[in-house]
């Protein structure tokens, strides 16, 4: 019989208490790598670490992963998933008179931006003109004689009357 060998997935997950900036620059201690290199790891999509290990080294390099911040899940190579990260791995194992065990569900790290830059809409910059604009002490009327429009006289109709 030949012995079953596991893949190390990592899809950008962090242990509790850790922040992806410490994860970042561990991983990239951990690797011998630059930050470019690690960036790529934080895609969202699930990537194999490793391959071909046998039980006992998957489980080591997900204690290491997990000692640095990073949760990672181990996969049996043959098909069947064994979806056991690093959190589940730290609770009880469940009585089975308790029921089927309802899987716990995470969500991926945001980092950086979902749309790509190719994918941005471009736009133009608008240009406001302001040379008009002036500033000055607010003393008296807030418009200059010359931009104040003149007033219209009003026609009166005044009687003449005489006194006697």
């Known amino acids: 019989m030949t012995q079953r060998t596991y893949s190390l997935i990592f899809r950008g997950d962090l242990v509790a208490g850790y922040t992806a900036g410490d994860v970042k620059a561990n991983m990239a201690r951990l690797f011998k ?22 039980r006992a080294q ?63 809409e471009r736009s133009q910059p608008v240009e406001v003109s302001v040379a008009h604009i ?7 009327p807030l418009l200059d004689k010359g931009e104040r429009p003149e007033p219209v006289p009003v026609p009166l109709n005044i009687p003449q009357w005489t006194l006697d």
Do not use: C, Y
């Not at 470019?36 to 391959?51: A, D, M, N, T, Y």
């Not at 589940?88 to 065990?101: F, I, N, T, Y």
């Open 33 to 54: 790598s630059g930050p470019q290199g690690v960036e790529k790891l934080f895609s969202g999509r699930p990537l194999i670490l490793r391959k071909g290990l046998s």
């Open 134 to 140: 002036t500033l000055r002490a607010a003393e008296g």
């Open 58 to 120: 998957a489980e080591q390099f997900q204690a290491t992963l997990a000692k640095i911040g990073a949760e990672v899940t181990l996969r049996d190579e043959s098909g069947s998933e064994t979806a056991r990260t690093t959190m589940e791995q730290k609770s009880a194992v469940e009585p089975e008179s308790q029921g089927p065990r309802v899987p716990t569900w995470t969500l991926a790290p945001m980092e950086g931006n979902l749309i790509k830059d190719h994918e941005r």
